[in-house]
């Protein structure tokens, strides 16, 4: 029988958030198996601790401290189920990297999730935000989503239905707490169409004959032309993309496209997906920075930790985003990242 996993007091976080911002959690646990969640869960009820579930830490914005346990889940496994002719199922530990899987796939020859290559995070994490990139969501071939469910504390198989996914969205979002994700699978193919239409993509290919790729090629473009666009969490924190693209009635699209016609978006018949980044481009806040936080200078999508900013100061920037953009376009942004934590943040305790 293993060990149950420890927990350690007043831990420094800011190496588990891709912001780095300096904030620490009252009490954190690692658990690399549903048993150990079980026993983190446990503790966290006995103690009446709250909790908070950590996956790479790509999508949160620590305000201060979090009071509470925190719980890293670091559920490993890759395991190849129900091949029948080109297809096949993959099935993913939570805290498997999620770009190394993407990796791992191509490499098999299989196709599905090639342009989400260069996410980060982990794959428990990618059900929840429904992670999208270059024409293709995780919900393209997600099959189920293995998951405690807290209010039974029953582990429940979600299917794709159930996760009720959409544009940057999930059930997971709507009920935030409720399910824990342990386990994703993945319906994979040798023969599904690579999706090459995104424009970036199309222009790195167009003296290829894109007949002949697999989806390593493709998960290699991808990677080229995010760090072409986006900066490495490792070398300038950040958390992605800041803003999802608001989405707006179609009628509102065309009286937008009318005074301002180099509007950038997606339309469909209904309605139209704005280009975050080209608003906030727009009211000149790409290249911002202040000593401490700013905007990245390729995508303005994307806010920027220089040097030791804290949580507050990238809520800061991002309301003064918010404001501009309401005030000059009427669309209001809603941030992409969780908030967490609301304890002014204490000295960092060197980890
Ligand atoms: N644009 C600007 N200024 C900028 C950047 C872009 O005007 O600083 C314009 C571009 O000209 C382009 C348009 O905005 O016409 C869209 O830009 P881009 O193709 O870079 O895509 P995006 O809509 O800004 C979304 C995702 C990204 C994903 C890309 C590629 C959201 C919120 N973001 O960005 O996701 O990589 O599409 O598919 O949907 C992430 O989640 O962290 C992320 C980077």
């Known amino acids: 029988m293993s060990l149950p996993p420890v927990i350690r007091e007043w831990v420094s976080l800011r190496g588990k958030n891709s912001l780095g911002i300096a904030a620490r959690a009252q009490y954190f646990t690692q658990v690399r198996s549903l048993d150990d969640l079980r026993f983190a869960l446990d503790w966290a009820d006995t103690h009446a601790a709250e909790t908070l579930i950590l996956g790479g830490g790509s999508n949160l914005v620590f305000a201060g401290d979090f009071r509470g346990l925190a719980v890293q889940v670091s559920i490993s496994g890759r395991c190849w189920q129900a091949v029948e002719g080109d297809a096949a199922t993959l099935e993913l530990g939570a805290g498997e990297p999620w770009h190394e899987c993407v990796l791992y796939a191509a490499k098999a020859g299989y196709r599905g999730i090639e342009n989400l290559a260069l996410i980060p995070g982990t794959v428990g994490a990618a059900p929840v935000q429904n992670i999208g990139a270059y024409g293709t969501e995780l919900a393209d071939t997600l099959v189920d989503v293995t998951a405690l469910d807290r209010t039974t504390g029953e582990e429940v198989r979600l299917s794709n239905a159930q996760c009720r996914f959409s544009y940057r969205d999930s059930l997971f979002k709507h009920e935030p707490g409720r399910f824990i994700i342990t386990r994703v699978r993945l319906r994979l193919s040798r ?37 072409r666009k986006l900066p490495d969490p490792s070398q300038i924190p950040n958390v992605g993309s800041f803003f999802k693209n608001p989405v707006v009635p179609i009628a509102q699209w065309h009286q937008l496209k009318a005074q301002h016609p180099g509007l950038a978006g997606y339309p469909d018949e209904t309605s139209a997906k704005v280009a975050a980044a080209w608003l906030i481009d727009q009211c000149g806040w790409k290249g911002y920075r202040n000593d401490r936080v700013g905007v990245h200078n390729h995508q303005a999508l994307v806010l920027v930790n220089h040097s030791d900013g804290s949580g507050q100061d990238v809520l800061d920037l991002a309301s003064r985003i918010r404001a501009d953009v309401l005030s000059t376009f009427g669309i209001e942004l809603e941030m992409e990242p969780g908030v967490v934590g609301d304890l002014p943040a204490g000295p960092s305790d060197g980890f």
């Open 191 to 227: 023969s599904l169409p690579l999706q090459l239409e995104y424009r970036d993509l199309k222009e790195y290919f167009s003296e290829q004959n894109t007949r002949e790729l697999t989806p390593s090629d493709v998960a290699q473009a991808v990677m080229a032309v995010r760090r």
